[in-house]
T-cell receptor, first 115, second 116 residues
């Protein structure tokens, strides 16, 4: 298994541009989520999904959209990039087993800079 | 609002020493607690997951304990090695009121340096 994969690894955008961060997992996990990591603030949840067709907001959803058309993919869209969205973005997945969620597996991250 | 704190922010120890990393959380009503390791410029690697009904988990030289009543978890690393140098993150899953989710609330981590 490749686990959780993310593309691109690095990206530089100009203010106002839009882009999509890709996330895929090949473990058939129901649960997927996006976090951003900023110095001194730890990781914060942006959006999450408990299954195909179902998404919900996390702690810091403004400026981001998600969709979940398949179990494998969970793209994160930046609608109009702002310098405050400069961060490292991580995608994670987890599976449901016997009535409980298990450990979350993280991708390698996308380092985004907005100028 | 659940808050997760990890103290100290940084720790340096000589190789071979046993050490304890601390994690505290303000709301004892949790779903689970997970410890991660993060190497510089890399993603997070899951180390141990403790469900709310459990008291501890062990994997090799690592042992994590959970005391919900006091809002604390510890990660014990035995016989530390230079390869253990990394940032260790603690994350708490809030309870699933009204639906099944697996959200995590992270601490800011402890940067561990093991000196050869």
């Amino acid at each position: 298994n490749a686990g959780v994969t993310q593309t691109p690894k690095f990206q530089v955008l100009k203010t106002g541009q839009s882009m999509t961060l890709q996330c895929a997992q090949d473990m058939n996990h129901e649960y997927m989520s996006w976090y951003r990591q900023d110095p001194g603030m730890g990781l914060r949840l942006i959006h999450y999904s408990v299954g195909a067709g179902i998404t919900d907001q996390g702690e810091v959803p403004n400026g981001y959209n998600v969709s979940r058309s398949t179990t494998e993919d969970f793209p994160l869209r930046l609608l109009s990039a702002a310098p405050s969205q400069t961060s490292v973005y991580f995608c994670a997945s987890s599976y449901w087993d016997r009535g409980t969620y298990n450990e979350q597996f993280f991708g390698p991250g996308t380092r985004l800079t907005v100028l | 609002k659940q808050e997760v704190t990890q103290i100290p922010a940084a720790l340096s120890v000589p190789e071979g020493e046993n050490l304890v990393l601390n994690c505290s959380f303000t709301d004892s009503a949790i779903y689970n607690l997970q410890w991660f390791r993060q190497d510089p410029g890399k993603g997070l690697t899951s180390l141990l997951l403790i469900q709310s009904s459990q008291r501890e988990q062990t994997s090799g030289r690592l042992n994590a304990s959970l005391d919900k009543s006091s809002g604390r978890s510890t990660l014990y690393i035995a016989a530390s090695q230079p390869g253990d140098s990394a940032t260790y993150l603690c994350a708490v899953g809030p309870p699933n009121y009204g639906g099944a989710t697996n959200k995590l609330i992270f601490g800011t981590g402890t940067l561990l340096a093991v000196q050869p």
